[in-house]
């Protein structure tokens, strides 16, 4: 039997996740990798290694669920119905393992936003406007229900190891000596949701302004759409043609999960109409 897949090519959008890469949030819980259980006891190693459980490897994770690549589910900022907290609505039920999977694949769109898009001050980011969306429509016709809109700025070339990754989130957050990711603004999230699109992805650390998250995420998540943030590799990736799928660990009461993100993309090159 032949392999349905032979005749795409399969692309990895997923970051590489470690303690010396900036994979999570600056204000939160940093990812730690710890050995738990080594081969055999190494007392004299810099970091002491013991053999409690027998002759394997194994390490434990501290790990917060928006770490390296990763999606909102709605939880993450839609409260619940009843608690009576601003914004609450019935979005505020669907956390990570509530989140289809068919929703977290589909017809790739890649819209290209790149870090220059707009002058922006440090610490803030340029809005990606509903002009690029209807510029890409234009070029490559009408966004349909079911598509995933993946934000392509190339972020994530300032994803680099110890102090050399700074550039992916600190120095806009904390030390406010750069300016941010490009973001899309509200009105560019809600002309995605009247086209249907219920999944969209960015190669930035977030889907929300540097200097204010929170509305696009409030406009977006209550609106039944997922995000897919800090992808990678989004220029392997053509217009159209492509089929993307991200798979989240499938947390109870998560508001995201880290995950494995990658695409189907035709050897051919033929970009779908």
């Not at 970091?47 to 589910?73: N, V």
């Not at 001050?121 to 809005?127: A, D, I, K």
């Not at 969209?200 to 929170?214: K, L, Y």
């Not at 947390?251 to 880290?258: F, H, I, N, S």
Request: net charge negative.
């Amino acid at each position: 039997m032949s392999n349905p897949l032979e005749e795409f090519e399969l692309v990895d959008l997923t970051l590489v996740v470690a303690e010396n890469l900036p994979c999570w949030w600056p204000a939160h819980m940093p990812y730690q990798q710890k050995t738990f259980n080594y081969f055999a006891d190494q007392p004299e190693a810099p970091q002491q290694l013991l053999a409690r459980a027998g002759p394997y490897q194994t390490h434990w994770l501290l790990i917060d669920e928006h770490t390296g690549t990763h999606f909102d589910a709605p939880t993450h900022f839609i409260p619940p119905p009843a608690s009576g907290l601003p914004h609450a609505g019935a979005m505020g039920e669907v956390s990570a393992e509530r989140v289809p999977l068919d929703q977290l694949m589909g017809r790739a769109a890649v819209l290209d936003a790149p870090a220059d898009l707009a002058p922006a001050e440090p610490g803030v980011s340029p809005y990606i406007e509903p002009e690029v969306v209807s510029s890409w429509e234009a070029a490559y016709g009408e966004l349909r229900p079911g598509d995933v809109v993946l934000f392509r700025s190339g972020w994530d070339r300032l994803y680099r190891r110890s102090t050399d990754g700074r550039g992916y989130c600190e120095d806009v957050l904390i030390h406010r000596s750069a300016p941010g990711w490009p973001a899309p603004g509200v009105e560019t999230m809600r002309l995605l949701l009247e086209r249907g699109v219920r999944c969209v992805g960015t190669d930035a650390p977030t889907m929300g302004a540097a200097h204010d998250g929170v509305p696009v995420h409030l406009t977006g998540l209550s609106g039944g759409a997922v995000f897919v943030e800090g992808l990678a590799n989004l220029a392997a990736l053509p217009p159209r043609g492509a089929w993307f799928c991200f798979a989240p660990l499938k947390l109870e009461r998560g508001t995201g999960a880290p995950g494995r993100a990658f695409a189907f993309v035709p050897k051919n090159g033929v970009e779908e109409a």
